[in-house]
């Protein structure tokens, strides 16, 4: 296992270090030099050289990039141009919150999720499975953002004061309060998810029951409780987790767009933010904080998968190399 | 003898008629009707709508009127009619999500067919990797990167010049990329197994010719059921991204610049901004995901 | 040749009266997107205790989801019927699904196909065939079972996975929960060594052997393989098209076969031919057969008349079995 | 690994020449932290193939008889350049076989491979007549659209097809009648040998027969070479002149197919023929001489390599390694107590116990 989760972890660093050459190579790419953010139009040379000078950019591409990925290794990102604050500093409270609200959603939904297709299969074809069928579509079809903008207006405006319909409470404004205000967030954010979750499980469990394994126990008179919870959702979980693996990228993407809705103070809506105010050094960590996030989700789902599936092991430990 | 060949023939012949009417007759469920209705609509939205509306940009009723006969989905603060903005705003994101899924597939499909053919090779390693690694910037960050770069606006490439909407399909094509990759991979990883790709190595033929000649017309389909999916998704990223401003720019209307809008009159009633235009994308991505659902059972044939 | 095996007094065999699994007018019926499509068509056949009865035939014969059938685990949207369909006196088609259940396993037996997949993937074996025994087994007992099906030297290896085991392993694990554990009066062995190599096959097909001197069960073996029929089996149905087409004794089988689809089926056999000997293969193809108005084998058959074309045959007592065709008789 | 070369006494030059082929896959051994490896845990290889040798005379059919894991249809896929050789050589009509790879289709056409499931065997999403003309057109067997048509359907009447299957798809075909245009394609490029991996196995007992019987008439009309990979050993004896049998990656006996299987002397041949022996047994069970499974090729044997399941193993078979010798029959057997055994018809092999 550790020896799986350190080769993993390397080729976690590996698409890291391509994330940071990507953004080194977009901030150049830009017409003009990542500069011209700064400077605004029709600079004059005297500042431009100054800025230049200032941002470094004025030695060779190759030496650039070497600072830029060390100051990240490094942690050693600067401060925000706008309003001086240590960039670290002004992350590590955003990300706090986005984890939280993302942990939050991601756990409920997915069990809810998982209980709802695990459900729909062992009812196939009555009531129960229509409902989650269509309840499922609609689920993973409902764009985030306009749901959010509903919830917005009914908790806002039609039904005032039962949960807060925007901003974020913190642990200090008292617990309840704080939950309060993570319920809306965590419901948009995690719905989808929960949708295509639910789905997965119910199709992989259905292919499960029809497998040779599962009749071959039928024909040892095992029951059907048996058969539903202790073989077919064993063996349904494996694909399900390869799409929960899959879905990542956009459950963090959700948080962006959700985290501007519901005005929560996150490392998403800090990277509009910023983006938007050319606070360029707050920017690019916030970044590459969100992509480093999803590649350690990545990493702790392979691991999962690696533990819920022999298979897997197996085929780590011995594999032939044509 | 000919008598032994006719009856021959006719217990052959209920597996073609079989097949006849699966081609003429496609064996929708009823979700799979549903679905196909929702699309239908969404596409009558936003291909008649414009035809048949007012002018989306220009005032032509008082701010704020609820939905009523003049004013099918009523009108926003500056009295434009709602209808209107939907249709023409549909109207984009049917043209963006459709270049941005083509797009992304005419780059996908042969990287994900050509590490799939050498899967588990170093290239086959590499090229997953790139992918992976553009799978990490979500496509809002992508965008802020680009918007922040070139501005909101239409900008000038050398003799390019790159509309809002351009930019967008590329954004979204290029954050497409790694999902239709890895599908086109999947699959093509399944197909490389099966012994004719061997039998036509040991014939001779060109790997270039096995790859596109042979595989692709086996692997292309489940992957552009995944695409047709994809189209769904490409609405609503279209839509968000907009509504984060980062696509297209107001008085363009598009379905998240209405919602975007919206949020301004959120607090003082006017329903109709937010839940309408809404309820357009929930249409398509529902009637999507419904007929995407049945094209794939049917190709796989489950039952 | 060899007819029932004398058991020891007391055991299965002398029990009860009449045959212990009895079948007639059994159709089965797939659901399937292109409508429906008959599988077995008004089989009729009994197996008396104590025999190793063999189902002989080429695949879409209809063998398996006969067997299926019997155990009442037909995938959804398919279809039973029978005029009779009795184990043991009791009829099967009208139990209960909770009284089938204890049935299964306890009474009748199956052994699959492929042992390869027919244990999850994702649990370790020990586990596995613990729960498979209604968990009445502990570990003691597991190891005994598997030594008797010859495994004792895998004790060590109960954690593994079932990937991490060769077929033959598999195959007598299987075994040792479906016949021994136990001990089902009936086995049903649904072609139990198609996907094992020869030398194993033979092992595996000796331990069903000495597992039923032993436990005195019944076996209904079902094959695509003459040879293991010949080898194993007291009696033997032949199946074509869905329908049983000849029943009779293993060597009159052999020796004098009176369906023409039997005989065809013996010709084409290459051990049958000497070296060097064109060998004999039956025209025509076996497609559509389950569809045909008249004798499924019609189309391929030497002798059939416009009579065979349009009337199914019914079975007929000739020469001292059971004959479906409306020309039988000994090759000319 | 060390086998003496067998010759066959013949003068001319073999069409099929293989020498001391090996075939060994390396397996990712445990590595630990950092990447090296544990002390003590040699790279583990698996041992597909060990020192083949093999001769094929033009027009000579000759069949590798074996369970499966004993390597066999790795040579198969040596011989057509499917998988490179970790040692030795393989040479057909003089000329070495390069990998798959090397964009030569001349070098490709001397050799053709029929492989063993028809279903996947073709593309389904090509018609039979892209299929057949591919080879045609490749290798240059005819230009123009209508002499590759014409030739095509040639090729189909030579299976036994009608022209009319020219516009049909994979999925409208039989099994048979698929496996039928494999052979076909492989004809199409009209090469001096055929490979045959299992050509029959997939197939019911009717449609084998009639495969068996085209297989043969087409190597005496159109003086063919075969390599028959296959562990059924009717079919074998039915379409080979000799055969040689394998175990784990080696050859244990050779000779002419009357030999092997009227007469087989090594006590693998005598198990395997037991077990599933060419003429039909009626009421008695056959071929109780083997106990156990054939052994891991990457945990080979030490010695014999058949030692562990063999009925008449003797103390020096677990440590010495037995060569292939020529017998007075000029078969050859890696035993080494092929005197004792041949000599006196050892007990427990060939007789099964009667059950009636």
């Given at each position: 296992?550790l020896?799986?989760a350190?080769?993993r ?8 270090l391509?994330v940071?050459?990507?953004v ?5 790419a830009a017409?003009?030099?990542?500069e ?5 139009n029709n600079p004059?040379p005297?500042?431009r ?7 470094g950019?004025?030695r ?6 070497l600072?830029f990925?060390g100051s ?9 141009l706008?309003?001086g604050?240590?960039v670290?500093?002004?992350l ?9 609200l993302g942990?939050?959603?991601f756990v409920v ?5 998982m209980?709802?297709?695990a459900?729909?299969?062992?009812r196939r074809?009555?009531a129960?499975d ?5 309840g ?6 409902v ?19 039962v ?6 409470a913190?642990w200090?404004?008292?617990v ?11 419901f948009?954010l995690g719905?989808s998810?929960?949708?295509?979750i639910?789905?997965?499980l119910?199709?992989s469990?259905?292919?499960a029951?029809?497998a040779d ?7 040892l008179?095992?029951?059907?409780r048996?058969i539903?919870s202790?073989?077919?959702?064993r ?5 399900t987790v ?10 963090i993407g959700?948080a962006?767009?959700?985290?501007n809705?519901f005005n929560?103070?996150?490392?998403g809506?800090l ?7 050319h ?5 690019i960590?916030a ?18 998968y ?7 092991r197996a ?8 | 003898?000919s008598s ?5 023939r ?5 597996r073609?008629l079989?097949r006849?009417?699966?081609l003429k007759r496609?064996?929708?469920?009823g979700?799979?009707?549903?679905g196909?209705?929702?699309?239908i ?5 936003a291909l008649l709508g414009p035809l048949i ?11 704020l009127?609820a939905p009523?006969?003049?004013h099918?989905?009523?009108t ?15 109207r984009?994101s049917l043209f ?7 797009g992304g597939l005419v780059?996908a499909?042969?990287?994900g067919?050509?590490?799939?053919y050498?899967?588990?090779t170093r290239?086959?390693n590499?090229?997953m990797?790139?992918?992976e ?5 979500p ?7 680009v ?5 909101t606006?239409?900008s000038?490439f050398?003799p390019l010049?790159l509309t809002?909407?351009i ?6 094509a ?10 086109t991979?999947?699959?093509t990883?399944?197909e490389?197994q ?5 039998a036509l ?6 790997r ?8 692709l017309?086996n692997?292309i389909?489940p992957v552009?059921?995944q695409g047709?999916l994809?189209?769904?998704i490409a609405?609503?990223?279209e839509?968000?991204l907009?509504?984060l401003?980062l696509?297209?720019?107001?008085p363009?209307?598009?379905l998240g610049?209405?919602l975007?809008?919206?949020?301004n ?8 901004l937010?839940?309408?235009?809404g309820?357009?994308?929930l249409l398509?991505?529902?009637g999507i ?9 049917l190709l796989s044939?489950?039952? | 040749?060899?007819?029932?095996v004398e058991l ?11 045959p212990?699994l009895?079948v ?8 399937t997107?292109?409508?429906l ?13 104590g025999?190793v009865f063999?189902?002989v ?7 398996s ?6 155990m ?6 398919s279809?039973i019927?029978?005029d009779?369909?009795e184990f043991?006196?009791t009829d ?7 009284r089938m259940?204890?049935l299964?396993g306890?009474?009748?037996g199956?052994v699959p196909?492929?042992p ?8 370790p ?5 613990r ?10 007992r ?15 290896r109960?954690g593994d996975?079932p990937f ?15 016949v021994?554990a ?8 649904d072609?139990?060594?198609?996907t094992?190599?020869a030398?194993?096959?033979a092992q595996?097909?000796?331990?069903l ?5 032993r436990?005195?069960?019944?076996v209904?073996?079902?094959t695509?393989?003459l040879g293991v029929?010949?080898?194993v089996c007291?009696?033997?149905?032949v199946?074509?098209?869905?329908r049983?087409?000849?029943?009779a ?7 004098d076969?009176?369906h023409p689809?039997?005989r065809?089926?013996?010709?084409a ?6 070296r060097g ?6 025209p ?5 057969a ?5 004798c ?8 059939a008349?416009a009579?065979?074309w349009?009337?199914d045959?019914e ?7 059971t004959?479906r065709c409306?020309?039988?008789g000994?090759?000319? | ?8 006494s013949s003068?001319e030059?073999?069409?099929v020449?293989?020498e001391g082929?090996?075939k ?7 590595k630990?932290?950092?990447?090296r490896?544990?002390?003590?845990a040699d790279?583990?290889?698996v041992?597909?193939?060990d020192?083949i ?5 033009q027009?000579?059919?000759v ?10 249809s ?6 057509v350049?499917?998988?490179r050789?970790?040692?030795?050589r393989v ?6 076989v390069?990998?798959?790879?090397t964009?030569?289709p ?7 491979l029929?492989s ?11 018609s ?9 057109v490749?290798?240059g067997r ?10 095509a ?10 022209p ?5 798809r994979?999925?409208?075909l039989?099994?048979g009648e698929?496996?039928r245009?494999t052979?076909a394609?492989?004809?199409a ?7 045959l991996?299992e050509?029959?196995?997939?197939l019911d ?8 019987n ?9 003086g063919?070479t ?12 039915h379409?080979?002149?000799r055969?040689?049998?394998m175990y784990?990656g080696?050859?244990v ?8 299987f ?10 395997l023929?037991a ?8 009421g008695?069970l056959?071929g109780?001489?083997?106990?156990g ?9 030490t ?6 399941r063999?009925?008449?193993v ?6 010495e390694?037995?060569a292939l010798?020529?017998r ?7 035993c080494l107590?092929?005197?004792e ?6 007990p427990?092999?060939?007789?099964g116990?009667?059950?009636?």
């Amino acid at each position: 296992m550790l020896s799986y989760a350190i080769r993993r972890a390397g080729g976690a660093a590996v698409v890291l270090l391509l994330v940071l050459t990507m953004v080194f190579l977009m901030l150049h790419a830009a017409p003009g030099g990542p500069e011209t953010a700064y400077l605004g139009n029709n600079p004059t040379p005297e500042k431009r050289a100054a800025v230049l000078a200032q941002l470094g950019l004025d030695r060779p591409l190759w030496a650039q990039y070497l600072t830029f990925v060390g100051s990240i290794l490094t942690l050693d990102l600067g401060s925000s141009l706008t309003t001086g604050t240590p960039v670290s500093e002004l992350l590590a409270d955003r990300m706090l919150v986005t984890l939280e609200l993302g942990l939050v959603a991601f756990v409920v939904w997915t069990a809810i999720g998982m209980l709802a297709g695990a459900l729909a299969a062992a009812r196939r074809g009555r009531a129960l499975d229509a409902v989650v069928r269509v309840g499922s579509v609609v689920a993973l079809s409902v764009p985030s953002f306009w749901l959010g903008l509903i919830l917005v207006l009914v908790f806002g405006l039609y039904v005032p004061g039962v949960l807060p319909s925007s901003g974020w409470a913190t642990w200090d404004e008292g617990v309840g309060e704080h939950l309060r205000s993570i319920v809306l967030p965590a419901f948009t954010l995690g719905i989808s998810a929960a949708g295509v979750i639910a789905r997965t499980l119910r199709t992989s469990m259905i292919e499960a029951l029809d497998a040779d394994h599962v009749t071959f126990g039928r024909s040892l008179g095992l029951n059907e409780r048996t058969i539903l919870s202790r073989i077919a959702l064993r063996n349904a979980v494996i694909p399900t987790v390869t799409v929960i693996g899959m879905m990542l990228g956009t459950f963090i993407g959700g948080a962006v767009l959700i985290e501007n809705v519901f005005n929560v103070p996150g490392v998403g809506q800090l990277v509009v933010s910023s983006f938007l105010a050319h606070d360029y050094p707050v920017a690019i960590a916030a970044t590459v904080w969100t992509a480093g996030t999803f590649l350690v989700a990545t990493l702790v789902v392979d691991l999962l998968y690696f533990a819920i599936d022999p298979r897997i092991r197996a085929q780590f430990l011995e594999r032939s190399t044509r | 003898m000919s008598s032994l060949s006719t009856s021959l023939r006719a217990a052959q012949r209920p597996r073609r008629l079989a097949r006849l009417r699966l081609l003429k007759r496609p064996h929708l469920s009823g979700l799979g009707w549903v679905g196909l209705a929702f699309v239908i609509a969404f596409c009558l939205l936003a291909l008649l709508g414009p035809l048949i509306s007012l002018d989306p940009n220009e005032r032509t009723g008082g701010a704020l009127e609820a939905p009523g006969a003049d004013h099918w989905f009523g009108t926003d603060d500056l009295g434009r009619d709602v209808f209107a903005r939907t249709a023409v705003g549909a109207r984009l994101s049917l043209f963006v999500a459709l270049g941005s899924v083509i797009g992304g597939l005419v780059v996908a499909v042969p990287i994900g067919l050509l590490a799939g053919y050498r899967g588990g090779t170093r290239l086959d390693n590499v090229l997953m990797r790139i992918m992976e690694a553009l799978q990490a910037l979500p496509v809002f960050i992508l965008a802020l990167f680009v918007v922040g770069m070139t501005g909101t606006g239409s900008s000038e490439f050398g003799p390019l010049t790159l509309t809002p909407e351009i930019k967008v399909i590329a954004l979204l094509a290029v954050s497409f990329l790694p999902f239709f990759a890895r599908v086109t991979r999947a699959a093509t990883l399944v197909e490389v197994q099966q012994e004719y790709v061997d039998a036509l190595r040991v014939v001779g033929v060109p790997r270039r010719h096995i790859l596109f000649g042979e595989l692709l017309p086996n692997v292309i389909p489940p992957v552009l059921v995944q695409g047709f999916l994809w189209v769904g998704i490409a609405v609503f990223a279209e839509s968000a991204l907009s509504f984060l401003g980062l696509g297209m720019q107001p008085p363009q209307a598009s379905l998240g610049n209405l919602l975007s809008d919206a949020t301004n009159s959120l607090m003082i009633g006017g329903w109709w901004l937010s839940v309408l235009p809404g309820l357009a994308i929930l249409l398509v991505t529902i009637g999507i995901n419904l007929l995407g659902d049945e094209v794939e059972r049917l190709l796989s044939g489950r039952r | 040749m060899r007819t029932v095996v004398e058991l020891p007094a007391g055991q299965a065999g002398d029990t009860g009266a009449g045959p212990l699994l009895e079948v007639s007018g059994l159709d089965v019926t797939y659901r399937t997107a292109r409508g429906l499509l008959p599988a077995v068509r008004d089989v009729s056949f009994r197996v008396e205790r104590g025999e190793v009865f063999g189902l002989v035939g080429e695949s879409g014969s209809g063998k398996s989801s006969l067997v299926t059938a019997l155990m009442r685990l037909l995938p959804r949207g398919s279809e039973i019927t029978a005029d009779r369909l009795e184990f043991d006196g009791t009829d099967l088609l009208t139990m209960p699904e909770s009284r089938m259940r204890r049935l299964r396993g306890r009474e009748i037996g199956l052994v699959p196909q492929r042992p390869m997949t027919s244990l999850s993937p994702v649990t370790p074996v020990a586990a596995q065939l613990r729960r498979l025994t209604g968990g009445e087994v502990d570990d003691a007992r597991l190891h005994e079972l598997l030594t008797d099906v010859g495994l004792g030297g895998l004790k060590a290896r109960l954690g593994d996975y079932p990937f991490q085991f060769s077929g033959g392993q598999l195959q007598r694990m299987l075994i040792a929960v479906a016949v021994l554990a136990r001990e089902p009066s009936l086995v049903l062995a649904d072609e139990p060594t198609t996907t094992l190599d020869a030398t194993v096959q033979a092992q595996v097909l000796r331990l069903l052997l000495d597992l039923r001197e032993r436990l005195g069960n019944t076996v209904l073996l079902v094959t695509h393989d003459l040879g293991v029929v010949a080898q194993v089996c007291d009696r033997v149905g032949v199946m074509y098209g869905g329908r049983l087409v000849e029943v009779a004794p293993t060597r009159q089988l052999f020796e004098d076969p009176q369906h023409p689809y039997t005989r065809a089926l013996l010709a084409a056999m290459p051990s049958n031919q000497a070296r060097g000997e064109r060998l004999r293969p039956i025209p025509g193809t076996v497609s559509g057969a389950q569809l045909l108005p008249g004798c499924p084998f019609a189309p391929r058959c030497d002798r059939a008349t416009a009579l065979c074309w349009e009337v199914d045959p019914e079975p007929t007592e000739h020469a001292g079995r059971t004959v479906r065709c409306h020309h039988p008789g000994s090759p000319a | 690994m060390t086998t003496t070369a067998v010759t066959e006494s013949s003068t001319e030059t073999p069409l099929v020449h293989v020498e001391g082929l090996v075939k060994h896959y390396p397996m990712r051994a445990k590595k630990r932290l950092g990447g090296r490896r544990e002390p003590g845990a040699d790279a583990q290889v698996v041992h597909a193939l060990d020192g083949i040798d093999l001769q094929v005379r033009q027009g000579e059919s000759v069949a590798l008889i074996g369970e499966s894991g004993c390597g066999k249809s790795t040579v198969a896929k040596v011989l057509v350049g499917l998988v490179r050789p970790t040692g030795g050589r393989v040479r057909v009509g003089g000329h070495d076989v390069v990998p798959v790879t090397t964009h030569d289709p001349a070098a490709r056409r001397r050799v053709q491979l029929v492989s063993q499931n028809p279903w996947s065997a073709l593309n389904r999403a090509r018609s039979v007549k892209h299929i057949l003309s591919q080879p045609i057109v490749l290798h240059g067997r005819a230009s123009g659209k209508e002499a590759v048509a014409q030739r095509a359907a040639e090729l189909l009447e030579m299976v036994g097809l009608p022209p009319e299957y020219l516009s049909r798809r994979p999925r409208d075909l039989s099994g048979g009648e698929l496996q039928r245009v494999t052979v076909a394609r492989a004809l199409a490029a009209e090469p001096d040998v055929l490979i045959l991996d299992e050509p029959t196995a997939s197939l019911d007992v009717s449609v084998k027969a009639t495969l068996v019987n085209l297989l043969s008439d087409l190597r005496a009309e159109l003086g063919l070479t075969y390599v028959l990979i296959t562990h059924e050993l009717d079919i074998a004896r039915h379409l080979a002149d000799r055969v040689a049998v394998m175990y784990l990656g080696e050859i244990v006996e050779s000779g002419s197919a009357e030999q092997v299987f009227g007469d087989p002397e090594h006590p693998y041949t005598r198990a395997l023929l037991a077990a599933a022996p060419t003429e039909l047994v009626i009421g008695r069970l056959h071929g109780d001489g083997l106990t156990g499974e054939v052994p891991s090729a990457i945990d080979v044997p030490t010695g014999c390599r058949f030692h562990t399941r063999c009925p008449m193993v003797a103390p020096a078979c677990t440590t010495e390694t037995p060569a292939l010798q020529r017998r007075p029959d000029d078969r050859v057997v890696a035993c080494l107590r092929i005197e004792e055994l041949v000599g006196d018809n050892a007990p427990g092999t060939t007789t099964g116990r009667n059950l009636t």
